[in-house]
Nanobody
Framework: QVQLVESGGGLVQAGGSLRLSCAVSGRPLSSSKYNMAWFRQAPGKEREFVAAITWSGDSTHYADSVKGRFTIAKDNAKNTVYLQMNSLKPDDTAVYYC??????????????WGQGTQVTVSS
């Protein structure tokens, strides 16, 4: 069993930056070999994929809408996954969720989910 807890959300102006964190407990990242991902869900919209990273950290995959602005990373020693978000736009406003699974990055389906953290970008 894996527990995921997101943090770092908040209110930021357009053009600003935020770093989200996802604390993983229950199974260490280094041994579980889960691929990790971030998704988001805006009001009235379906949950959408944002970014994913392999358990080894040697490969990443991004949605076209965030490519070049967002960076996913992880620190196995801290059992934490990060999402660095730069050049934020109002369209990035959503609840952001962390996920864990053995899915490949391009067709990621999460098995475990966090509770989400709200990101609001003002214009």
């Amino acid at each position: 069993q894996v527990q995921l807890v997101e943090s770092g959300g908040g209110l930021v102006q357009a053009g600003g930056s935020l770093r989200l964190s996802c604390a993983v407990s229950g199974r260490p990242l280094s041994s579980s070999k889960y691929n990790m991902a971030w998704f988001r869900q805006a009001p009235g919209k379906e949950r959408e994929f944002v970014a994913a990273i392999t358990w080894s950290g040697d490969s990443t995959h991004y949605a076209d809408s965030v490519k070049g602005r967002f960076t996913i990373a992880k620190d196995n020693a801290k059992n934490t996954v990060y999402l660095q978000m730069n050049s934020l736009k109002p369209d990035d406003t959503a609840v952001y969720y962390c996920a864990a699974s053995y899915s490949n990055l391009q067709t990621y389906v999460g098995d475990y989910w966090g509770q989400g953290t709200q990101v609001t970008v003002s214009s």
